[in-house]
């Protein structure tokens, strides 16, 4: 049987299309562009898009399992739904669905607004899925590294609360054995959330004294001015994004992002090995 994979192009999906092809699963990757895909020999690519119900339910036909990942875009929650509405059409049974950490909690951001409320539709449909929530992706650090090198700041208020950023490398292969695991199961699995973390929770200060420690030169964290950040991200990205993204370091610094007691040992346990660290991460792009 067969694997659909939405998202395929991004981080996360690209990581996840590759550990699958690496435990010889049958994938079908979902694009909106074909020619720019790129994935390893014997993926099938399919055109399509999350709202064009058609080529939904065309990339739909004769798949055991899915993955759903929507990115972060105005429309995000409908084409979730109406993703889910073709997959329970088309019988499939088997769900990987990539939320966040704390969606339920975070009630005020938009973006994680959204996605607890598919968490909800699909307890409410009973359809039987493995939600996965990570915590921030510290490969969105890729992003600043110009101005943590030019003008020795890390620029992201994150507070001091803390975060357990994990690296999109662990969250494709976490998803791609959760998905096998559904995939090969005799019967459909029940409902599982599983929170994705890093092995270390960092504040603000403690990423810019990983970046002093690989750069070898002091590297000062700017502070918690969301306002701010804002007000800078609105000359990237239009502006509702902007306000999503600060209404998010709002909750970073209110509540951070904490792993509960355990959910390092179980991923690690999962995957086989440690973790990556955000001290890796950073030594690997400062090189």
Do not use: C
Not at 30 to 42: C, E, I, M, T, Y
Not at 92 to 103: M, T, W
Not at 130 to 151: E, G, H, Q, S, W
């Amino acid at each position: 049987m067969t694997i659909l994979v939405t998202g395929a192009t991004g981080n996360v999906g690209r990581n996840v299309v590759d550990q699958l092809v690496k435990r010889g699963a049958d994938v079908r990757a979902l694009v909106r562009d074909p020619s720019k895909a790129g994935f390893p020999a014997g993926v099938e690519v399919v055109k399509g898009d999350l709202l064009d119900v058609d080529s939904l339910r065309s990339a739909f036909g004769g798949i055991s399992t899915l993955f759903l990942l929507n990115g972060v875009v105005a429309d995000e929650f409908t084409q979730a739904l109406v993703a889910l509405a073709i997959a329970r059409e088309a019988g499939v049974k088997r769900i990987v669905y990539l939320s966040v950490i704390h969606s339920d909690l975070y009630v005020d951001v938009p973006h994680f607004a959204g996605k607890f409320g598919v968490e909800r539709m699909i307890e409410q449909m009973g359809l039987n899925a493995t939600i996965l929530r990570p915590a921030y992706f510290m490969n969105n650090d890729i992003t600043i590294k110009d101005v943590v090198t030019r003008y020795g700041i890390y620029p992201m208020p994150i507070g001091a609360k803390g975060l357990a950023m994990i690296d999109a490398r662990d969250v494709g292969e976490i998803a791609a054995i959760e998905l096998i695991r559904r995939e090969r199961a005799d019967a459909p699995l029940p409902l599982t959330r599983i929170n994705l973390v890093g092995p270390d929770t960092l504040t603000g200060t403690d990423a810019a004294a990983i970046w002093t420690d690989i750069l070898g030169r002091p590297i000062t964290y700017a502070g918690d001015d969301t306002a701010g950040f804002e007000q800078n991200l609105r000359q990237v990205m239009p502006h509702w994004m902007a306000l999503d993204m600060r209404l998010m370091a709002d909750r970073f610094l209110t509540d951070g992002m904490v792993a509960d007691a355990g959910d390092v040992e179980r991923l690690t346990t999962l995957l086989g090995r440690p973790m990556r660290s955000y001290r890796d991460f950073v030594a690997q792009i400062a090189a």
